[in-house]
């Protein structure tokens, strides 16, 4: 048996178990995979490539370090 991540073309991600690579062209040619979230039968294989385009490593803006109040933490705290 083989799972398979599937996704349709709204991008919803299910799993699949196939008996073998043949099975899944089978299943698909004969219409019967399915996305269970949207019903949509336009189903492929995902790549599995996590966080693609998911990116979530925006740089944060540093804190504020030229106000009295929010320096103390800062390098040079007491230097300016
Ligand atoms: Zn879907």
Redesign the pocket.
């Given at each position: 048996m083989i799972l398979y991540t599937l996704r349709?073309?709204?991008d919803?991600h299910f799993e699949e178990w196939f008996s073998n690579s043949g099975d899944y062209d089978a299943k698909k040619d004969a219409g019967e995979l399915v996305?269970p979230?949207?019903g949509?039968k336009e189903v492929g294989k995902a790549i599995m490539a996590p966080n693609v385009g998911k990116s979530k490593s925006a740089p944060q803006p540093s804190p504020a370090c030229g106000t009295p109040m929010g320096c103390g933490g800062c390098a040079f705290a007491g230097q300016h």
């Open positions: 349709c073309t709204h919803h996305c979230e949207c949509d």
